[in-house]
Nanobody
Framework: QVQLVESGGGLVQPGGSLRLSCAASGSILSISDMRWYRQAPGKERELVAAVTSGGSTNYANSVKGRFTISRDSAKNTVYLQLNSLKPEDTAVYYC????????????????WGKGTLVTVSS
């Protein structure tokens, strides 16, 4: 079994910052891409940022220059630093990872966390 658990969400004022974390655990052989998605009320889930196993990153245009994704491969953890937050950043943020399990070494599957709520409001 593999689990992804997010943390770090909360209520923050516009212009504030938060740091989200997502730790993967279980029968993990390796992790390739790790991503953060978000879903605002009434909207579709969208990709926010992604980081490869080699450290290459990409971002949605709406968060470029404000959000930073990083990972600690030794800890199977991905982070998302959220700066200069805006009310439109309010959403549930989900972690996603492409994981090769020890029990199924020839297959890579996508796993999701349950999400952490970020609310930006004064």
């Amino acid at each position: 079994q593999v689990q992804l658990v997010e943390s770090g969400g909360g209520l923050v004022q516009p212009g504030g910052s938060l740091r989200l974390s997502c730790a993967a655990s279980g029968s993990i052989l390796s992790i390739s891409d790790m991503r953060w998605y978000r879903q605002a009320p009434g909207k579709e889930r969208e990709l926010v940022a992604a980081v490869t196993s080699g450290g290459s990153t990409n971002y949605a245009n709406s968060v470029k220059g404000r959000f930073t994704i990083s990972r600690d491969s030794a800890k199977n953890t991905v982070y998302l630093q959220l700066n200069s937050l805006k009310p439109e950043d309010t959403a549930v943020y989900y972690c996603n990872a492409a994981i090769r399990r020890t029990t199924v070494p020839n297959n890579i599957a996508n796993y999701w966390g349950k999400g952490t709520l970020v609310t930006v409001s004064s």
